[in-house]
């Protein structure tokens, strides 16, 4: 499930995944499914804490505690100073912990990270306000009155 592509990954001409389409169509209890199950965010997070493993689901909450605090051990920044990749690994681990506790702690608040996760992913990838530059410019043009 988590190597081919899913139904979170494809986007319509505006940008909307399939859980976003089903939450518009008043299918919440899929929309819930979709962003938690099929996230390509969820699966992220599992393949990084979980690299040996081609899991099909997302493990237990212990297994999730357990492997976070090992590769806490071997990733931490004061285990490896000075190391840059360390530091942006470790910052990759912390996420996908969080994400994964509240994926088994609170499922509605894991839906809504995920939907901001998307969100914020979806706003990178386009260039927004082009235009904003521009009208700085000129406001700093203007002579002062």
Same mark, same amino acid.
């Given at each position: 499930?988590?190597?081919?592509?899913? +139904?979170?990954?494809?986007?319509?001409?505006?940008?909307?995944?399939?859980? *976003?389409?089903?939450?518009?169509?008043?299918?919440?209890?899929?929309?819930? =499914?979709?962003?938690?199950?099929?996230?390509?965010?969820?699966?992220?997070?599992?393949?990084?804490?979980?690299?040996?493993?081609?899991?099909?689901?997302?493990?237990? +909450?212990? !297994?999730?505690?357990?492997?976070?605090?090992?590769?806490?051990?071997?990733?931490?920044?004061?285990?490896?100073?000075? *190391?840059?990749?360390?530091?942006?690994? =470790? #910052?990759?681990?912390?996420?996908? #912990? !969080?994400?994964?506790?509240? =994926?088994?702690? *609170?499922?509605?608040?894991?839906?809504?990270?995920?939907?901001?996760?998307?969100?914020?992913?979806?706003?990178?990838?386009?260039?927004?306000?082009?235009? #904003?530059?521009?009208?700085?410019?000129?406001?700093?043009?203007?002579?002062?009155?």
């Amino acid at each position: 499930v988590f190597e081919r592509q899913t +139904a979170d990954d494809v986007r319509d001409p505006r940008g909307n995944c399939a859980a *976003d389409c089903a939450e518009r169509s008043h299918n919440h209890a899929l929309a819930r =499914w979709l962003r938690r199950h099929a996230s390509p965010h969820v699966r992220a997070a599992v393949r990084l804490l979980f690299p040996e493993a081609a899991a099909k689901t997302v493990p237990f +909450a212990t !297994a999730v505690r357990r492997r976070y605090l090992r590769a806490a051990r071997a990733w931490h920044p004061d285990v490896r100073p000075g *190391d840059p990749e360390a530091e942006a690994r =470790w #910052h990759g681990i912390r996420e996908a #912990h !969080a994400l994964l506790a509240e =994926w088994h702690g *609170d499922p509605d608040g894991c839906d809504a990270r995920i939907r901001v996760m998307a969100r914020n992913a979806g706003l990178a990838e386009r260039p927004l306000l082009r235009w #904003h530059e521009g009208w700085h410019r000129a406001a700093d043009a203007k002579p002062k009155e």
